[in-house]
Structures are given as C-alpha cells and as structure tokens.
C-alpha cells in the first residue's frame, strides 16, 4: 500500500513567479531534488549502520516526491513524500528520507551562513546541486524552509558556494543568455566557436536543430553577423564562461541589435574622443538595455547608438519626412526627445522619464506615428 504524506512546501519568489505558476523547465529540477533525497537517505542509513555495507534491499523501492499543488505565494509548490506501508504501518526507511530533508535544508542553511556544508551533504553528493537551481535568475529565490527559522534559501549566490565546496566540481552550471558572433566552425568535429563582443572565444558543441542558424552565422561572419545563444553555460570559479553545457535557443540578431551595442559601447576607455569623453558605466548601460527590450515597441525600427562626450547615449532615427533623436542622461535615467520634420521645419521636443512605463509609451506612440507619415 502506497501513502502520501506532505514533505515540502517550499517558496520561489522572483518576478516569473507572481503570477502563481512555475516555469516548466524549472521542474526537471525537482527530478533532480528527489534524487538528492534518496542519496542522502542512504548515506545517512549506512553512517548510522556501520557494519552494513549496502542498504536493505528494496531501500529505495516505491519512493518518490511528487507535485500535488502549487498554492499562492508567489509559487508554493506542495511537494508529497509517496512512500510504502507494510499494513498500516510505514516501511522502516521514512525515517532516513525525513532525516535527509532535515540535513539538505541544513546544508543550504550553512551555505548562507558561510559554515561547513558538508557536516550535512558528504562531498560527492554536492554535485546534485549543479542541476537543482540551475535555471534560478538574478532575482529568483526558492526559500526551502519558510517560517522555520533557518536560512535554507537557494539562489544563484547559494548554489555557486555549495557546488563548489565540492572538492571534485570546478565548474557551475547556470542559466546564459550571450551575444557574439561565430568566427569558427568544425563540421568534422561538430564544434563551433562563438565569440563574445568582448572577444572571448568559447567552443560549444554543433549539433541538433540549431546547426543551420550557427553555419549561416559562420558563412556570413565577415559581415559581423552576430547571434543570441540561451542555454545552460558551464562558469568556472572566477565566474567566467567557458562552454555550454546545452543550447536552448539561437537568433541572429537585427544589424541595430540594442544590447550588443551597447556592449560595445561599454568598451570605450576615458579621454575616448581625442582625449576627451567620458566613459560610459557598465551598470548604466545594463540598465538601459534592460528597459529598452522591456518597453521599446519590437514593431519599431531599431535606431542607431552613438557615445556623447558627457558619458551618455544618442540615438538616432530617420523616417521618410522626419529626423529623430533621443538624447539619453543615463545617470538621470531621463531623455531630450526631438524630431525634426524635413518638410515643414517643424520641431517637436520633450523630456521623457525613462523610468515610467508611461513615458515609453508616449515614445512608442510617437514613432509609430512618425513612420506612418
């Protein structure tokens, strides 16, 4: 007989979550959380048990945790222990799968707290929290243990110090999204090269359903074809990317691509123009990317991005009748929109806050009607 009791409720905030749901791909990381579970039950069993050698046959039979809900706030998936009674009685194993819940939200708990993690998880099974988390975002959060007191948060900082106090593991595996573009292909190894506008060069497997993207980016490199690979990147212990593990989506990129320019842009030493110019900030221009493809109408044409002296952002638009610019205080977060008609010498001006939803509708607005005329 098969009996279910409730194990886990664990609590994942982050924007993807607010609306109550869970993003698919995150679920294969839960097939990798019930594995943990049985390993470290049986690791505890055999240190309990020293003169066994194995645990009782059967140890892991009919054990499994599965999703029976996800409730409000802001994702709370209710996650069952399903395990085995002899009659009415439960089979002599529970025992050891509570005591691993107990001991993996420890081990998370002293990950934050920067103690000892493997008085609780040994060494070798660390590796498992190279798959659990994996696809967690900058603000993403899955609280283990909410309202119990401990620290049992697991997010990109938490992960990155389990893995690697592994002794064995030298390499963490994260959710990437990169730009670059693709100077070197193998068909005979079926490998490629994709290198970032920093210039780092990283070797990635060229297989599946993303080879004709990537040999069309190769065959057109000279042209600075660039792409936008997603997928699971492998970053070592300085944080540097250095392969991918797995490649979920590839696009080439419009010429104006917002994002890689701005990368470029990021590039610009002080003194730039003939020992003038200041240098753009790197957190600025993160920002700005960010709420451009978050607000900027993709239906749009894409204007082109130049440096200003001050350390800000021109950019420029021309339509049929108009000639349009954007000049962009970053430090400020606001703009000195202008649009000049060619026609009737009319001038239209205004200041947007870049940090208003509503500002960049008027912009949007603006555009689309401009690219009407």
Known sequence: MLHSNEFLTPRLTGKRFDDHTIPLDLLEDFAALEELFIEVAKWIYLNENPDRKRVPRGFTNEVALKLSSIENGSAVPKIMLVTSFIGL???NNFEYYEKARENILKSIDAANRGEEVTRYIPDNLLVYFNRIGKRLRDDETIDFSPGSGLQAKLNRTTRRKLVLAS???????????IRGTIPEA?????????????????????????STTILDAFNSYESKTRVM???LGRFDKQDRLVSFESIDHISVLDPLDVPSRLEELASLEPGWLNGEGIA?????????????????????????LYPTPTGGIQAEWSSFTHDISLNIDLPKKSAFYQSWNRISDELDELTLKLSEDSDWQLLNQKLTQLYKE
């Open 280 to 304: 753009l900030q790197k957190e600025n221009l993160d920002w700005f990317a960010e709420i451009f493809e978050t607000n900027y109408d993709p239906a749009l044409p894409l204007p082109h």
């Open 89 to 91: 009685f439960p089979n």
């Open 167 to 177: 002794s064995n593991i030298h390499e963490v595996t994260i959710e990437t999204m």
């Open 186 to 210: 193998d068909k005979s190894k079926k490998t490629f090269t994709l290198m970032t506008n920093s210039g780092q060069r990283i070797l990635a497997k060229l297989q599946g359903v993303h």
């Open 229 to 231: 690979i997603s997928g």
